[in-house]
């Protein structure tokens, strides 16, 4: 198993432009979620997903879409990105959100916003 | 804020015990605790879980005060790949603090 991929690992964007972020996962985990984390900081979540076709909002979800088409893939969207979404970006995955939810973490993808 | 506190920092001796503490007051009945910890900038990674018992891997051991509102990670030798950035979480939050960053010096 690959566990949770992440592509691209690093990026630099123009402030306004726009991006996806992707995210996949081999384990058939149903729960899946996109975090990021600034310098020194902990992680923050952006936004969640319980199963194809359900995503939710996490505590920083403003200027990133999501969607969850398959079980297998998790992208993040960059509507018009900011100098202030500068930062290390993680995907996760686990089998559920229920009480037992061991989580698996991608790589990250470090993005710079000029 | 995530529903566990704590302490930004530790240092431990490179063989000693790390034993490194969490609040989790607020912890509902069917919540776990979980304990993740992040190396340099890479991922984090799971290391133990537990309810209400104490629980032990070949990683670390976890100790739950009876009351569930606290919990101590144990390291019980810890070696100098063991310095890292250590989390702990309540399951039905999904919320990381800040974590402690622990050092452990030769």
């Known amino acids: 198993n690959a566990g949770v991929t992440q592509t691209p690992k690093f990026q630099v964007l123009k402030t306004g432009q726009s991006m996806t972020l992707q995210c996949a996962q081999d384990m058939n985990h149903e729960y899946m979620s996109w975090y990021r984390q600034d310098p020194g900081m902990g992680l923050r979540l952006i936004h969640y997903?319980?199963?194809?076709?359900?995503?939710d909002q996490g505590e920083v979800p403003n200027g990133y879409n999501v969607s969850r088409s398959t079980t297998e893939d998790f992208p993040l969207r960059l509507l018009s990105a900011a100098p202030s979404q500068t930062s290390v970006y993680f995907c996760?995955?686990?089998?559920?959100?229920?009480?037992?939810?061991?989580?698996?973490f991608g790589p990250g993808t470090r993005l710079t916003v000029l | 804020d995530a529903k566990t506190t704590q302490p930004p920092s530790m240092d431990c001796a490179e063989g000693r015990a790390a034993n490194l503490p969490c609040n989790h007051s607020?912890?509902?009945?069917?919540?776990?605790v979980y304990w993740y910890r992040q190396i340099h900038s890479q991922g984090p990674q799971y290391i133990i879980h537990?309810?209400?018992n104490n629980e032990t891997n070949e990683m670390a051991s976890l100790i739950i005060t009876e009351d569930r509102k606290s919990s101590t990670l144990i390291l019980p030798h810890a070696t100098l790949r063991d310095t890292a950035v250590y989390y702990c979480?309540?399951?039905?939050?999904?919320?990381f603090g800040a974590g402690t960053r622990l050092t452990v010096k030769p």
């Open positions: 996760a995955s686990s089998y559920d959100r229920g009480p037992y939810n061991e989580q698996f």
């Open positions: 607020t912890i509902s009945g069917n919540e776990y």
């Open positions: 979480i309540v399951s039905g939050d999904m919320r």
């Open positions: 997903s319980v199963g194809a076709g359900i995503t």
């Open positions: 537990g309810l209400k």
